[in-house]
Every structure is written in structure tokens, then in C-alpha cells.
């Protein structure tokens, strides 16, 4: 008879899955950390970049304008939303919305917050003026219905508080009327955003009404953000401003990137070695557990070969069952780390002091099909050993070739 007898193919995968737990059982679990931690440092990446993209663009700002001595300071509002109060020594934005190349000038007033209701922690609050912000005033033309009046704030997506409800800082009762969207920049989702003059107010009021006294000095800014006119250079922009205004900082989306970058470079230099140890590690176990069952694999082709199958039924056998471990290890432990990560999201952001959300579907996806394809050409290279073995053995040399 030429054609080998009808098994059924996966059902004797699935046989010798259940079969052989004291070799699987160790296998999946180290198919499922190495899934885990390739795909935790994929996720963090991608999260990190897409947060921050996402939050700079919402803001948009080419460029931050600080005081020279605040630069880790306007950096940490931004990425990891750390309240603090601070100003130029002047006023700064005038001479900087006179240089060549800015568009617009936005300034803006940093207000660390007391403890507060909404919060278990001080916030940030951000006064801008609306004269001149192209940030909020670009979010309210796009909802028509809300208006940023008297005593009106609007939240980031973290802060407590649905509109229409009240807050008090330093005292100062204010109205919400809006919520943002979760951007993953924490300097965004955990704000405050009022008016100038309102936290003027706020201030002349915090030594009769509040714990402790708030002091704006008149005229004075926290920070100044520009947007460049077309076809100019940022950097070019910058490097003026930095010269007819000295004492001041430039922060752009780029150096926020490599200030992140160097954040969480350990750690991800931590997660892709752990990749590639736990892996070459796991490609030498699972020789030392080949050569273990090699007498068992043995016994194994005997009967089968008795039974008519073909050298290249054996081989896809061998295979698919290599196949099939790292997709169930991969699966597992993806789905633990994905887990983790959503649920712990806000606490990585912070002790990483980094922006970070949730990745959007196709970035998951693409991570999710990296680190799976990963396990599969680690399984088959696992595989190698325990195959020469197979080949090179009088059992598999009594079958027959064939289809």
C-alpha cells in the first residue's frame, strides 16, 4: 500500500501534549516568560512614543520656553504631571513673541495645587490667557457648546470630577465645564486649566481662605509656548530666542523624547537582555529534556513506523509539537503581561517618569505578532537538536520515505 494510514494528525499532537507533562508543563512556562517580557518592552516602547506624540500634538507647541534653572522642572510637568510653581524674572513673553520666526506665543502660569478633593495628591493647575493660547482655545472650537468663563476650569482625563460639578483649590470654588480626552502625557491628563485672572483671584483670596498663602506676581510666567510660522526651523527659532531672552531653556517634543528615552533605557536594555538570556537558556534546557526523552521518542517512531507512516509525518509531528508549545506559552504569558501592564499602567508611568498609555489596536497588534513570531523561530530552533537526534537514529532510518 502506497499512501501511509489515516491518522489523525492533530489528534496525536494533542495526545502528546497531554502525555509528556513533566517536559511540556516546563517548556510552556518558559515559552510564556520569554513572550512576556519581549512583549512588556515592545509595549513599553510603543506606549511611550505614542503617549508622548499624542500629548505634544494636543498641545501644539513647537517649542517650551522655561527658565534656565527650571528645565527638569517644566520637563517633569510634562511628562510625569509633578506640580510646581515657578516664573521667569520678567515678564519673558513679550520679547519672546517678538522674535523672528514665532507664529504664536502662548504663556502660561504653573500652580502647584494643596491637597484637594479631587485628587490624592497636589495637582497641577496651568492658567492661560486666552488672548493668546492656541491649546485649549484649538479644544473649545472643537466643542462648541463649552465656553472657559469666570471660575471655570477644565480637567485632564485623570483628575476627579465630571463637568458640571464643582472643585476648590486654595479656597477658590471653581466650575467644571469641560473634560479632556486621556492623552498619556501626564502633564495633560492630571491638569487643571483655568484663566489667568482667575487664578489671580484665586491667589488674592488664599490668605484669608486657604491653609497656606498663594502668591502670583502680577504680569510674570511660568512658561511660554511657540509655535514656529511655516517653513521655519524650530531649532533656528530656538537657538534666537535663546539669544535675545537669555536665562531661558528651550524644550521641544524631540528632546522630551530623548529625555524619556534615557528614562526607561535601562529598563528596556533590562527587558530585551532578560529576552535573550531566558531564551538561550531555554534553546539548552530543552536539548537537555530532548536527549532525556530520546528513549521514549525512539520507542515512539518504532510504533509509528510499524504502523506505515512517512519520515515527513514524523518530522511535521516533531514540529508541530514544538509549534504548539511556544503558541500556547506565547499566549499565555502575552496575555499576563498585557494585563499587568493595563492594569499597573499608571504606576509604571510613574516610577519610570514617563508618559504612558495604553498603544493603539494596530500598534498592539504588531507588537502582539513580533513577539509571538519571536517564540515560533525560538521553538524551532529549539527543535534543531532534538531533530538531528531523531534523524540520525535506527528508528527513524527503518521508515519509509515518502509523502
Partial sequence: MDRPPRFNFYRLVGRNLRNRPGRNIPTVIAFAVIGATLFSALYLASGME????????????????????????????????SPTTFFFDDSGFERISQVPGVEKA?????????????????????????????????WLRDKPGIRLGKDDIIIGS????????????????????????PTGLRGVDMAVFTRIEDAYVMADESGEKAVKNLTIPRGMVSTVLVKVAPGASPAAVGDEIRRQ?????????????????GHIEGVMGVLYGSTLAIAAAFILLFGVISAMVAHELRKEITILGALGVTKAFVLRLVFAESFSLSIIGGLLGIGAATVILIAFQDFIASRLK??????????????????????ILIGLAASVYPTVRLVRSEAFRAIRSGR
Fill in 245 to 261: 531672552v537669555p536665562g531661558t531653556k528651550v524644550i521641544t517634543p524631540t528632546g522630551l523624547l530623548h529625555t524619556v528615552s
Fill in 106 to 138: 502662548s504663556p502660561e502660569v504653573y500652580i502647584a495645587t494643596l491637597l484637594a478633593s479631587c485628587c490624592a495628591a497636589p495637582v497641577q493647575i496651568i492658567a492661560i490667557d486666552p488672548d493668546h493660547d492656541f491649546t485649549i482655545s484649538a
Fill in 158 to 181: 485623570k483628575i476627579d470630577g465630571d463637568t458640571g460639578s464643582d472643585l476648590m483649590f486654595y479656597g477658590h470654588e471653581f466650575h467644571i465645564v469641560g473634560k479632556l480626552e
Fill in 50 to 81: 505614542q503617549s508622548l506624540y499624542r500629548g505634544t500634538k494636543w498641545m501644539g507647541a513647537d517649542l517650551m520656553i522655561v527658565p534656565g534653572e527650571y528645565t527638569a522642572a517644566g520637563e517633569n510637568i510634562l511628562l510625569t504631571g
Fill in 354 to 375: 514617563i508618559p504612558f498609555g495604553i498603544p493603539s489596536a494596530g500598534t498592539l497588534m504588531v507588537s502582539f505578532g513580533i513577539a509571538l513570531l519571536a517564540l
